[in-house]
């Protein structure tokens, strides 16, 4: 039989999804008792008596500790941490406010689309990907985390609305086409305002983003990361750590090399690299002429290094273009073109290699979130 200390630490493999630490640094085990049959009992914890994950933590309890060598069963049962345990729980965490209520704990993945260089697609293809994993019959949000050259509010046709407020004083994020949940630093800006802001703004932005939009319930949260491996990425990947990333490029050489660098800031991170999409993987003319403008190959040399899978080869045509002008995803406006058809073979692939349960096991401890003062900001409501 494993020692409790064995079983404390194979807890560690199961993360809170919304505080996006393991249950074991938040103090939520309870208790631990392994009897001479192999049966283990372990009592988590939870924050609120109707914790909507619960279910989560318990099959994510149970896989861990079943897991053990010499465990033949394990039985998980919950309780509510006290009043006192709540307030050193939140010192802890430096939340002052409060322990959040469910921004994120009904998100069951999060996948964040990157890209090492700007001006290879990737915000087109954060939309259409939500599209075609909307056509597939997921409930789906898109984060717009590219504060400097936010778009998807153009992309889903919302670029003259705000978001509003709900009664619990939550952010209601607009919804675009078959209820896309979108949120943007673009619903809160004069058009076409340029956002100047240092670090610790965009920290407090992003977890405001993260913590106090009313996401409910969906299938992925597909976040649109800022080009390159600035502050916007390493927040992200801190405050996600549950997180997938989906790495766009061209088939370009040079694309291909600079897509390698944010690779390795994910692997610096601890986020697990979902897969490549090639975007631009030749122009197709409306006559169904392919002509390979950004040559060949590149999106397949990059799976191959970091040995994951190739998701799809995007095409480009010039609808592709054209929908994304008018704000309709082409996935939605014209599902028989080749670009369309490419993202709904990557979606299907997305769909493969994500888990249906709430995120709630992870393979190591994520890392701490960075230090940043909290300074004076929120952000402007309608």
């Known amino acids: 039989m494993p020692t409790q200390d064995q079983i404390r630490e194979a807890l560690r493999a199961v993360i809170d999804p919304e505080l996006r630490r393991d249950i074991v640094e938040l103090g939520m085990v309870r208790s631990i008792d392994a009897h001479a049959n192999g049966v283990v009992d372990v009592t988590v914890s939870l924050t609120t008596p109707g914790c909507p994950i619960r279910s989560h933590f318990q099959t994510g309890v149970a896989n861990a500790v079943r897991a053990l060598d010499g465990v033949s069963g394990v039985n998980v049962s919950f309780d509510v941490l006290s009043d006192q345990e709540k307030g050193a729980l939140q010192q802890k965490l430096g939340r002052g406010g409060g322990l959040p209520t469910g921004a994120l704990a009904q998100v ?59 009664e619990q004083r939550k952010i209601v994020p607009p919804e675009a086409h078959d209820g896309i949940k979108v949120m943007s630093i673009g619903f809160f800006m004069e058009e076409d305002a340029a956002v100047v802001w240092r670090g610790p703004m965009l920290h407090k932005a992003l977890t405001q983003f993260l913590e106090d939009v009313d996401w409910g319930e969906l299938d992925y949260l597909l976040v649109d990361l800022p080009p390159g491996t600035g502050d916007v990425s390493m927040t992200l990947a801190q405050l996600l750590p549950q997180a997938r990333f989906l790495i766009v490029t061209t088939p370009q050489p040079v694309a291909q090399r600079v897509a390698r660098r944010s690779a390795e800031m994910a692997h610096k991170v601890r986020l697990e690299i979902a897969g490549i999409v090639e975007n631009m993987s030749g122009f197709v003319t409306p006559a169904g002429e392919r002509y390979a403008i950004f040559g060949e190959g590149g999106g397949q040399l990059l799976a191959d290094e970091l040995d994951v899978p190739l998701l799809g080869t995007v095409p480009l045509t010039m609808a592709l273009r054209e929908q994304a002008d008018v704000g309709t995803p082409l996935v939605f406006a014209d599902p028989d073109d080749p670009a369309a058809q490419a993202i709904r073979q990557t979606a299907r692939g997305v769909i493969a290699l994500t888990p249906v349960e709430l995120p709630v096991m992870a393979s190591s401890t994520p890392a701490a979130p960075p230090e940043v003062k909290p300074v004076g900001m929120s952000l402007p409501m309608a």
């Open 108 to 166: 069951a993945n999060v996948i964040c689309v990157g890209s090492g260089k700007g001006g290879v697609g990737k915000s087109s293809v954060t939309a259409n990907l939500a599209a075609a994993l909307t056509a597939e019959g997921k409930r789906v949000g898109v984060l717009d985390a590219d504060v400097w050259g936010y778009s998807q509010p153009r992309m889903f046709g919302l670029g003259a609305q705000r978001p509003k407020v709900s």
